[in-house]
């Protein structure tokens, strides 16, 4: 039975209707947290620095309810386009409720760290509007007895059927040729083998973020964030670490390109990226700067014909197997500079497989990697780099001449769509999981019943569900608008809250499957392990919160048009 063809009460509809007045009053508690902080932050109109690293833990508070909040707008928006679909409704006032309760809990419990009169808030929860929206709201939801019913496993998800074709090709790759190889990938470690990358290339998996021009399949006249987020939910559903993450690299990299590239270099390479014909890796993160990318230390000193490279990287992922590596450096010896002093080079070398490599140049300059162990997210690798006197060319600097100095900006360029593509890697790894849960448990007997019948499980499959779904139309909001030339933070949003949802599912599935999650022949203990990592590469869950929302969302704030708002409230 569809949702369409279930029966559709007043009571839902009146429910929903009061949803985004309650979100607003939420949402007004955020700014006055914003309101307050930036006030105490600020000096003659500037961030003060050392004042704002008092109020880290505040600031991380902020972002994560704001994430929270932004996720159940946008799980509301696109509920309203379907209003026959009683199922996605149920689904949206049961999320919005969670969210709402959620976000007060934490401000009732944090009221001192964030500033707030503790009283007000636990008033706002108990207020009599309040109150009673959120008791009738708590009979909705019971979404996991539809899925156990149907079989289904997600709800209406607003794709176009073009859209809706590509998902279900990349749908049928994952489990016909990445899936029946992830778990041997995993368990051994191994290089992503060719029978994942070739067919992956074939299907265009590489060219959804390079424009047709260059081979790719985005159309020239527009971008296309969503098409390339429906294919990475897709392969990391499939497996995270064998072809999740096989669209990150070559996306940053065509971002940067694009945003500084000469003419000759953008013909040059995203081409052969944009068709597999050469992968890629990106070289950021160095020993002692983790996600202060302006920190950045690797030298680039000027030679004849070009530049050399010195020094080490880490946590460069895939840079083995991959033809290019795309790297930050300095090349201003000025450290007063910071990101001014950084550009951004694409290095060029031979394809090497398994744990290590090394690749020395006629002239004596050397470059070489090594595997670091992780607990998940296998078969890329990431690896210790090593850069000794290594020579590139002057036209491996992006840009050239005008591109010395930009890195930095290039480099950002690339990250917005990385940390959306990251929210889309984390939906798909919590669709995994929320399948794999399901399966079990209406098979799984116990107490001579089935474990889904059990009513703390379908309350468990019911969340799951629903935090799939926000987190899905949050990414695909997202995308749009990052399309119209705008979502820089909400892209930051969405992946805090994502990566933090596919931790959270994903040690539900492994909870739901008891003993057996626990058992490397289980793949859900694979996406427990892989879904810990969502929220440390591509910004650090602390410094993307804190650094870079929290910080976002004060330099957006309006206090003096919020102070005379507040008033008349």
């Known amino acids: 039975m569809s949702n369409t063809e279930l029966q559709n009460g007043p009571s839902v509809d009146h429910l929903l209707s009061g949803v985004p007045a309650l979100l607003d009053r939420v949402e007004h508690q955020i700014q006055v947290v914003i309101h307050s902080t930036k006030s105490s932050v600020y000096r003659d109109g500037k961030l003060d620095e050392q004042l704002f690293d008092q109020f880290q833990h505040r600031c991380y508070l902020i972002a994560v309810a704001k994430a929270e909040l932004e996720a159940a707008k946008s799980l509301l928006r696109h509920a309203a386009a379907y209003p026959n679909a009683v199922l996605l409704k149920d689904c949206t006032i049961y999320f919005c409720s969670q969210s709402i309760k959620s976000i007060l809990s934490c401000f009732t419990n944090e009221a001192i760290a964030l500033g707030l009169d503790r009283k007000a808030v636990i008033a706002l929860l108990g207020d009599e509007e309040m109150d009673n929206w959120l008791t009738l709201a708590s009979s909705y939801g019971n979404l996991a007895e539809y899925c156990l019913n149907t079989g289904n496993s997600r709800l209406e998800s607003g794709l176009s059927e073009e859209q809706e074709l590509v998902r279900s090709t990349f749908q049928r790759f994952a489990d016909d040729v990445v899936a029946p190889r992830a778990e041997e990938i995993h368990r051994q470690d191994k290089d992503i083998p ?19 021009r260059f081979g790719g399949l985005q159309p020239d006249d527009k971008p296309d964030s969503l098409g390339m987020i429906i294919v990475t939910e897709e392969l990391s559903r499939g497996s995270l670490g064998a072809a999740g993450s096989l669209i990150t690299r070559p996306e940053i990299a065509a971002r940067a390109l694009l945003a500084g590239g000469t003419e000759a270099q953008q013909q040059k390479w995203l081409p052969q990226l944009a068709t597999g014909e050469k992968l890629c890796a990106i070289s950021i993160t160095e020993p002692n700067t983790g996600s202060d990318v302006a920190a950045v230390a690797l030298r680039a000193s000027p030679c004849e014909g070009g530049w050399r490279l010195n020094g080490s990287k880490t946590w460069c992922t895939f840079a083995g197997r991959s033809e290019l590596v795309v790297v930050l450096a300095r090349t201003n010896s000025d450290t007063e500079l910071g990101h001014k002093g950084l550009s951004l080079f694409v290095v060029e070398k031979p394809v090497f497989s398994g744990h290590e490599f090394e690749h020395k140049q006629k002239d004596g300059g050397s470059f070489s990697g090594k595997a670091i162990s992780t607990l998940g997210y296998r078969g890329m690798h990431s690896y210790q780099l090593f850069f000794d006197d290594y020579f590139v060319a002057n036209d491996c600097l992006i840009g050239e001449k005008e591109g010395e100095g930009k890195g930095f900006y290039y480099t950002m360029s690339g990250f917005a769509g990385g940390r959306l593509q990251t929210a889309a890697r984390a939906t798909g790894v919590m669709q995994a999981a929320f399948e794999a849960a399901l399966s079990y448990a209406s098979d799984r007997k116990i107490f001579e019943k089935a474990l889904a019948e059990f009513q703390l499980t379908q309350t468990k499959l019911t969340r799951m569900l629903a935090t799939v779904t926000a987190s899905r139309q949050f990414s695909y909001a997202v995308a749009r608008l990052m399309d119209d030339g705008g979502g820089q933070m909400e892209a930051s949003l969405v992946k805090l ?17 008891g003993g057996m999650g626990y058992a490397e022949e289980s793949a859900v203990s694979r996406y427990f392990v892989d879904a810990r990592v969502l929220s440390i590469f591509e910004g650090a869950e602390e410094v993307l919160a804190i650094r870079v929302i929290a910080r976002g969302l004060m330099e957006q704030h309006d206090s003096e048009n919020f102070a005379a708002e507040h008033q008349q409230r």
Do not use: K, V, Y
């Open 194 to 212: 060719e029978e994942i990358i070739g067919p992956a290339a074939e299907l265009g998996c590489f060219g959804t973020c390079i424009p047709e």
């Open 497 to 513: 809250f994502s990566c933090r949802a596919a931790e959270w599912i994903a040690r539900e599935a492994m909870q739901i499957h």
